[in-house]
Structure formats: C-alpha cells, structure tokens
C-alpha cells in the first residue's frame, strides 16, 4: 500500500518562504512524474509544477520564478521549495506520484499567507 504524506506547510507571511515535502512510503513501481498542485476555497485545483523522473521540470506561469521543484528519487520524495510567497498562493497543496497506471495523492497541507 504505497501512502504519500506532505509536510512543511504553516503560515507564512508576505515575502516569505516555505519547503512543502512529500515523502513515499511503500513500494512504487514505473513512476515517471512527480508533482504538486493547489486548490484554493472555491476555485479547482490546479497544477503548481511537476518533474520527471529524468529531472525535467514544468511550472505554472503563477510560480515561474518563485517555486522550484526537485526530487530525491532513492528516498522517493519530492519538495517544493516556495520564495517570495504572496496571499495568493493561499491553499491546501497536494503532491502526486504518477505511474503506470496509477495516480497516488497526498492528503493535502495548508499553506497560508498573510500578514
């Protein structure tokens, strides 16, 4: 039973910086992307940024700039590393492991930005 568990979110202020990790337990046969995406209250969810298992990554043009994506493939997590954090960016953040043929999510964290 492969289960992803996300950490590192909170309440950040305006400007400031957070690390979300996500972390895999389990065991996870022909992943090729891992990812990160958000959902505000009211609004869908919506891709943040992924990579793939050969390191190529992809941003939304929201966090160009600010996030960066990486990944420890031995120890099957994935971080996001989020500067310059505005109100905007307030959501709960899911990560997902892609595979054939299976999707596996997070649970979600809270990440919070405000004065």
């Known amino acids: 039973q492969v289960q992803l568990v996300e950490s590192g979110g909170g309440l950040v202020q305006p400007g400031g910086s957070l690390r979300l990790s996500c972390a895999a337990s389990g065991s996870i046969f022909s992943l090729y992307k891992m990812g990160w995406y958000r959902q505000a209250p009211g609004k869908q969810r919506e891709l943040v940024a992924t990579?793939?298992?050969?390191?190529?990554?992809n941003y939304a043009e929201f966090v160009k700039g600010r996030f960066t994506i990486s990944r420890d493939n031995a120890e099957n997590t994935v971080y996001l590393q989020m500067n310059s954090l505005k109100p905007d960016d307030t959501a709960v953040y899911y990560c997902v492991f892609r595979t054939s043929p299976t999707d596996y999510w997070g649970q979600g964290t809270q990440v919070t930005v405000s004065s």
């Open positions: 990579i793939t298992s050969g390191g190529r990554t």
